[in-house]
């Protein structure tokens, strides 16, 4: 057995891989392992990645090879490769593409092939593919073997309705053999647009490198497989103009969904201040506006509505006609980790248009990764956050944890209290109050956030600090005043509920304190992490925790994520005056 102690990586046979920091062929392995592996690790000295069926799927799907992987990995590691995970690399990445969907020569049907007859019988006789899978014809055979595959005529073809698109890939998805769309994507309405060299407010507009990269990744060559997909960068990374430079590429007409009004705004100001669009060629799509332009900004909530006298039918999302009734040629959904399932059901009948996911993390609590892989598209770019952070496009962020005691007559009602219930009297403990007033107290120069779950608890902080809270219910009008104030100094102070989980532009705040959250959510510790990662010299992000509660065992779960992207966390204690062992 041969051993070389120089190379960085250890391979596991649970298909877990080790990368040593420390090692010199470190960058070069981890760059290495970002297309085929998912980092779930990252604390100072050893990375864990882990290589899933979905990574490999990922992989294959943008252009990465067997033979490569399984190179990669005897190359750099430590110690020979356990042959049952390469074994296991190789059928399972052999599995995408292993079913193929093409159109029907006359353009009107979907044809499903593959060149299995075992995988052909198995998915004749799935339940879940009943009545969505047919029989083909022989013209199906002679057109397919001669266009796509040399003549052969060991072919198996199943016919299906335009229609199903997204939904058979879907299910194949889950059957546990991916397919390859190979149906070139159709242009949409043509729109003149382009980038400004320097925006309305004199600064310069130009793309960082991996801005365009990730552009890049997404529309590839223009060849099938190509045009659709899902973008991850941090919070602060500049998502958004990600999006514009596609948009600028694909001069089609766009459709842009996003989380919320003060977003749907956002991307407004933006398409104004960096492109060529003219105020008519832009229109909004929410509960207040709804105005169909060429670039239309829509959020999810709008689109979701449902109308309950026409459940079960077509017409139960009567917004969904703003996806369906226009040409799009683009479909950008921003914080694609928060796609509610109705937008999976429609988007999945959108398989004909350019599309693009845009996120800080792909991490699903309810584990739907796999139907944005389907439907939206592939992973096509990622960045590690402390790759960008040492390039110093985001900040450098100091994350801190808290912990102090419940209140006396808290501990009473926690003792008999359900597992909500006890989560809830955790988060809300009044004696928080006194840890966020000491953090204000002595960080005058920062300009802070302060971001909880629970109404009550920020009305009550809102009192005592005199600062303004935003909330689901503050009017649009007042929302955008407030952080207008926020982003110009004149409020040093803002609090906010779940609404700040979510794109909002702060770039100046650098301290943030998060006194509630929801239950161990690692895409909230993402979105609210991210509101302090615009460029500057350093940020801050506490948590205040109740210990030895569940509001602790919840909150070991949100770290994970910052463990995941390799930040440290300092534990500190409260002793009803000040906060102990401080440092970082």
């Not at 699903?364 to 110093?392: A, N, T």
């Not at 770290?559 to 995941?564: G, H």
Request: charged share 25%.
């Amino acid at each position: 057995m041969e051993y070389d102690f120089q190379n960085p990586i250890i391979v596991q046979s649970d298909k877990t891989v080790l990368l040593d920091v420390h090692s010199p062929k470190f960058s070069e392995a981890r760059d290495a392992l970002i297309p085929f592996a998912e980092l779930e690790k990252s604390p100072e000295h050893l990375h864990t990645y882990r290589i899933t069926p979905l990574s490999l799927w990922n992989a294959a799907s943008g252009g990465e090879t067997c033979d490569k992987i399984t190179g990669t990995l005897n190359r750099l590691a430590r110690f020979p490769v356990p042959q049952g995970v390469l074994a296991w690399i190789s059928e399972t990445f052999l599995k995408y593409g292993a079913v193929k969907l093409f159109l029907s020569k006359e353009k009107d049907s979907l044809l499903l092939v593959m060149e299995e007859e075992k995988l052909y019988r198995q998915l004749l006789e799935a339940k879940v593919f009943k009545g969505i899978l047919n029989e083909s014809t022989v013209g199906d055979l002679d057109y397919i073997g001669k266009e796509y595959y040399n003549g052969a005529r060991d072919l198996y073809i199943f016919r299906s309705e335009i229609i199903n698109r997204g939904t058979i890939k879907q299910k194949l998805l889950k059957f546990g053999w991916p397919c390859s769309d190979e149906i070139p994507l159709e242009k949409g309405e043509p729109l003149e647009i382009s980038l400004k060299s320097v925006s309305s407010t004199g600064l310069p507009v130009f793309l960082r490198d991996y801005q365009k990269a990730a552009a890049d990744a997404l529309l590839g060559d223009g060849r099938p497989g190509s045009g659709f997909g899902t973008i991850i960068l941090p919070c602060g990374a500049g998502k958004t103009i990600v999006g514009m430079e596609i948009m600028n590429r694909l001069k089609t007409r766009t459709l842009v969904v996003t989380t919320n009004i003060s977003a749907v705004h956002q991307w407004i100001r933006e398409l104004k201040d960096k492109t060529s669009l003219a105020d008519e060629d832009i229109g909004e799509y929410t509960g207040e506006c709804k105005e169909v332009k060429p670039v239309t900004v829509a959020t999810y909530q709008i689109l979701t509505w449902r109308n309950e006298k026409n459940k079960g039918t077509r017409e139960e999302y009567p917004h969904f006609s703003l996806f369906t009734d226009y040409k799009w040629g683009l479909l950008v959904f921003d914080e694609v980790h928060t796609l509610p399932a109705p937008v999976f059901r429609v988007t999945a009948e959108l398989q004909t248009l350019y599309r693009v996911g845009l996120t800080a993390t792909l991490v699903r609590e309810d584990g739907l990764e796999g139907d944005v892989f389907s439907l939206v598209g592939p992973k096509r770019y990622d960045v590690p956050w402390k790759e960008m952070e040492q390039k110093g496009w985001i900040a450098g962020a100091r994350c801190g944890e808290i912990r102090l005691n419940l209140s006396f007559p808290d501990e009473i009602l926690y003792s008999g209290a359900s597992l909500r219930k006890k989560h809830r009297i955790a988060s809300e403990n009044i004696l928080k109050d006194e840890v966020v007033s000491y953090l204000v107290k002595n960080n005058p120069d920062e300009k802070i956030l302060i971001i909880g779950q629970y109404l009550e608890q920020l009305d009550r902080l809102s009192k005592r600090l005199g600062a303004p809270v935003i909330t689901g219910k503050t009017p649009t009008g007042e929302r955008e005043n407030l952080y207008e104030g926020f982003r110009q100094g004149r409020i040093p102070v803002l609090i906010l509920s779940k609404v700040g989980n979510f794109a909002i532009d702060l770039p100046d705040a650098s301290f943030a304190i998060q006194v509630s959250g929801t239950f161990g959510s690692r895409q909230e510790e993402a979105q609210r992490l991210g509101r302090i990662l615009r460029p500057k010299e350093k940020a801050y992000f506490y948590s205040i925790v109740t210990r030895g509660t569940v509001e602790e065992d919840f909150s070991n779960n949100r770290q994970k994520f910052l463990a995941e992207q390799g930040y440290t966390y300092t534990i500190q204690t409260w002793n009803g005056s000040e906060l102990e062992d401080i440092g970082w």
